[in-house]
């Protein structure tokens, strides 16, 4: 027995060794190796064809390093262990997984399955083709109106019965349309497809080319011939046109949670649906690298997008004390190449309003403007006025441009809005504030803060790279 152990504990450890000639370590992060294959991955994937900055070998290095050690920092701070995560996640891993447990066997079956429930929802009466033609006599119609397309119907069935050909008269007078340009020719159906009168007289014929007498349905009177009359063809005649039917139904994902739910129920309690998805993740990416990675990838990217959301996107976005200091410490970073003009171009019915649209603003922060004006001017049905609010470059506003920036340029009056007006400040030395280039400002203000946080992330973890085996990367 211990020889056993010894043995099989010998096969792993060559097995392992094995491994890590054809995948050695390339890199390692807070004590944990980084296969080359995973590097690959990511850099073959980040910098394909059609990427605009694209990086050599070494220069991703240094990105690859510091995304993973953002993901270790994640990790210690448990994000993986929130339940938004864990359910986003298992999402996304399950929607890659569940395609992967249906088999072609899964497949075949599903469509035979599928074969033999047609076949029996058209039971013994089969397929029939039919011919026919409308005479239409809504519900609506009158019994006039009824009467008169009957008489049509029986004027049109005595000359069948005399000789006319069927396929000229339905082009000729049916009010079906669609059949009409066919010659009154309708696809195969079983039973349950034809409103009751139309099927019963139809199934009742039993001849190719077989006239029914006039039948009354809902939608007016029917002549109806027989053409065809068939059993389904075997199942290898329709096999492809199935398999197409439930790709385009996607029915691969519902072959699969049946699947799931039938191993689950099969337990007996002993596994849920969480287990099984996860054992089914981990056996089919021990086999296939591309489909680990892309998992792991996901898996990575959540918990980054989370901590950089905390640490740098959103802080940035709501630190308005360090959005004021980034702004003044690079103010002549923001500086324009010419002036602007901060305020609005305003369009009112009456005159008397332009003044008291000033009014409204003169003493209000900048940002408040478009409420005061909703809630004064415009907050019951009646819109008194119309404006634009913004920092302003010429070229931006024709009323601006002729009345600040003195162009000659024609601003066209809006419908019932005939009084234009503008009101604001000519700002000819840049931005007075952070608000104005507000959106430049937390790019910058993002940018220092992830230099920040990544510098102290190298001082906080231990990584180191083997550059023997970084001289290998898609040259082995």
Not at 122 to 139: E, N, V
Not at 389 to 395: A, L, M, S
Request: glycine share 4%; hydrophobic share 40%.
């Amino acid at each position: 027995m211990k020889l056993k152990m010894l043995s099989a504990a010998l096969l792993l450890s060559a097995a392992a060794i094995a491994q890590t000639a054809n995948d050695p370590v390339i890199m390692t992060v807070n004590g944990k190796p980084v296969l080359r294959s995973e590097f690959e991955y990511s850099y073959n994937k980040n910098n394909s064809e059609g990427v605009i900055d694209k990086k050599s070998v070494k220069e991703y290095v240094d990105l690859f390093i510091n995304y993973k050690l953002k993901v270790e920092a994640a990790l210690d701070e448990h994000m993986d262990t929130l339940t938004s995560f864990q359910k986003e996640f298992a999402q996304y891993r399950d929607q890659q997984i569940l395609p992967m447990l249906v088999t072609d066997a899964d497949i075949e079956a599903e469509a035979k399955k599928i074969y033999d429930q047609t076949v029996e929802r058209i039971g013994p009466d089969g397929l029939i083709q039919t011919a026919h033609i409308l005479i239409g006599a809504g519900q609506q119609a009158s019994q006039t109106e009824w009467d008169t397309a009957k008489q049509r119907a029986d004027s049109i069935y005595n000359a069948l019965q005399k000789g006319a050909d069927f396929s000229e008269m339905a082009s000729k007078f049916s009010q079906d349309p669609g059949s009409a340009r066919e010659g009154g020719l309708l696809p195969f159906v079983q039973r349950g497809q034809f409103v009751k009168e139309f099927e019963d007289a139809a199934f009742a014929l039993k001849d190719s080319a077989q006239l029914s007498p006039v039948v009354k349905s809902p939608f007016g009177y029917h002549i109806i011939q027989l053409r065809a009359r068939k059993m389904l063809e075997p199942f290898e005649f329709h096999h492809d046109a199935i398999l197409q039917f439930m790709e385009q139904r996607n029915m691969r994902d519902a072959i699969a949670k049946q699947k799931v739910d039938d191993i689950v129920k099969a337990s007996n309690g002993q596994m849920t649906e969480a287990q099984l998805m996860e054992e089914k993740s981990n056996e089919f990416a021990a086999n296939d690298p591309e489909l680990k990675y892309l998992i792991q990838e996901y898996h990575d990217g959540l918990l980054l997008y989370e901590i950089s959301n905390q640490l740098v996107w959103d802080k940035a976005a709501k630190d308005e004390a360090g959005l004021a200091k980034c702004f003044k410490k690079n103010r002549k970073k923001y500086a324009w190449d010419r002036p602007r003009y901060k305020g609005m171009a305003y369009h009112v019915k009456d005159q008397a309003d332009v003044e008291a649209v000033a009014d409204c603003v003169r003493k209000l922060p900048f940002d408040q403007w478009a409420e005061a004006l909703r809630s004064t001017f415009n907050a019951d049905s009646v819109i008194r006025i119309r404006v634009e609010k913004g920092i302003f470059k010429p070229g931006d506003n024709a009323l601006i441009d002729s009345v600040v920036f003195k162009k000659d340029t024609v601003a066209t009056h809006l419908k019932d809005y005939p009084i234009n007006a503008v009101y604001g400040k000519l700002l000819t030395k840049g931005p007075e504030d952070y608000t104005d280039v507000r959106g430049l400002v937390v790019a910058d203000y993002q940018e220092a803060l992830e230099k920040e946080w990544v510098a102290k992330l190298r001082r906080k973890y231990a990584f180191k790279v083997d550059n023997t085996v970084l001289d290998t990367v898609n040259k082995h």
